[in-house]
């Protein structure tokens, strides 16, 4: 009896031990989870709208960039968009970035829509907030051929899947409706800025950022096992400008744009090799190395490939050809949009950082338009000179005297203006004799008479 009771009570200890021990470790578990509060104050905001609205390469990259800085500097992450949408690519690697965030990031529908990829880029951030009357969704995706401008919806599963499995991945981070998300993509549905918050893809309403800012502001928000307590100013909120070579990738992913840089490149090269005008070989290559970056061409790549030519044309110009011309005005473009499109976040340690780069690029935009603009104005002069008449000088109707005698048929000097000339004339005209200068003959001799 004495044996069984000493049996339960040491089961009923370690039933009880298990237990103590289990909720220690889902208490500890909990604890590393949420390790540390912090209230934040102060964020970054990157305003994505027309005419830079299109979800391309250089916006993708303006917003990495701006998305860094913020994680660099412990800031809240906001993006304003009001955009038709733009490429899935594009769409994807913003979406993954958001995804992957260090910091709170809001995402902030203000002005009219958020459409397509425009919907895709808002979806996992970890508020989502509309401005009235604003509409999401649409995004269905197509193809839109570069030749005719014809759009394609397409609705092949191979193609939808896997982007609604990544919409519904993006959305269920926060927790948003995924079937409203599915149907964004296969039947085109969109929600006004109502209709999403009821339907639980947006969080917010709202008729301003003032308005959204109030709203939020004391709100908790777990990212990476810290718990950041939301207090946001509109003073403490940092406006991010994107970077030259940001915009002109997009400028140049336009496909107006590309087309015609090609063209241009395409047949200034065949023109350039026809007609034997090398010299402008650089510029046509310039234009079509520039219309290729649409195509999906490198941007570092020219960036590199335009540095190392324009250095090599500066040095000809400069070493080689005499004068200053065609080619080292080359150089000069070459030079300056290659550092326009290198890249500026590069691996420390391996180059110059980025602050010294956007210097480096800065100063040599500025030096680049400056040479440009005077070699333009000295190009255009020297073309105003030569489409001028050429202007002979002749003595004649100037006065001077004879050095020796001057018969009909021979020839005699004369001195004018303190030069001597040789000098006919149907008269007899003695030495020191003052006359007039009537003309200058085809073979230099100058005719003249007796002065008055």
Known sequence: MKNSLRRSRLQLFFTFSIIILALTIVAGSFSSRVASS??????????????????????????????????????????????????????????????????????????????????????????????????????????????????????????????????????????????????????????????AVLNNVADYEVSSLEELLEKINGRKIVVDGVEYIIDLKPYMIEEYSCSVRSRLISLLMNSYVANVFVTIGLLGTIFALVSGKLTVLPLTLLFLLLGLVSVGVSANFISIFLIILGAVLLAVELFVIPGFGIVGISGILLLAFGFALLPAYIPSGVSPSPEYINTVRTITIVVTAFLTSVFTVMIYKVIKVRKKKPVEFTPAGKKGRTVDWLRPGEIGFVKVEGEYWRAISDEVIPPETEVIVLEMLENGVLKVKKGT
């Open 38 to 195: 912090e209230r934040i104050s102060s964020a970054v905001m990157l305003t994505i709208q027309s005419p830079w609205d299109t979800i391309d390469d250089g916006v993708k990259e303006c917003f990495i960039d701006a998305l860094r800085y913020a994680e660099s500097q412990g800031k809240v992450f906001i993006y304003r968009v009001d955009s038709y949408g733009g490429y899935l690519d594009s769409g994807f690697e913003i979406g993954d970035a958001v995804l992957n965030a260090k910091v709170p990031t809001i995402a902030y529908v203000h002005r009219n829509k958020a459409l397509s990829a425009g919907t895709l880029i808002i979806l996992p951030a970890d508020i989502l907030a509309v401005q009235k009357y604003s509409i999401i969704g649409a995004m269905q995706p197509i193809t839109v051929n570069p030749v005719t401008g014809e759009i394609v919806y397409i609705n092949e599963s191979k193609v939808l899947n896997p982007i609604i499995k990544r919409a519904e991945a993006y959305s269920s981070r926060a927790g948003r409706n995924i079937t409203a998300v599915e149907l964004f993509i296969k039947q085109a549905l969109v929600f006004n800025s109502t209709e």
